[in-house]
């Protein structure tokens, strides 16, 4: 499977964004699209995730409700919306495909290239 993530940029403190994460090649419905990102010197945290056999997404118990997954499986996209993005949010984002539903970035095999979110204070 291939994914491609983008809508990355450079926004300034309390913006929103909407990133999206396209699947292509080999996919099965049993399979998860999650959201991750990792900022300098940090390791990879999990943001949310999509089976598309349940078809509702799941968060880490840190979840505030900033961000929020969704998805279309007509169009094997997932999208992470970003709300009241703040400086510490800078980092790069990424999407990857677990054959299960998962939060552990090992778990996840394929990875999409990443995109770049600076936020400015």
């Known amino acids: 499977v291939q994914l491609q993530a983008s809508g990355g940029g450079l926004v300034q403190a309390g913006a929103s964004l909407t990133l999206s994460c396209v699947a292509s090649g080999s996919w099965v419905n049993t399979n998860t699209l999650g959201w991750f990102r990792q900022a300098p010197g940090k390791e990879r945290e999990f943001l949310g995730g999509?089976?598309?056999?349940?078809?509702?997404?799941y968060y880490p118990s840190s979840w505030t409700g900033r961000f929020t997954v969704s998805g279309d499986a007509a169009k094997n996209t997932v999208w992470l919306q970003l709300h009241n993005l703040q400086p510490e949010d800078t980092a790069v984002y990424y999407c990857g495909r677990s054959k299960g539903a998962s939060m552990i970035s090992r778990t996840y095999d394929s990875w999409g290239q990443g995109t770049l979110v600076t936020v400015s204070s």
């Open positions: 999509l089976s598309w056999s349940g078809g509702l997404p």
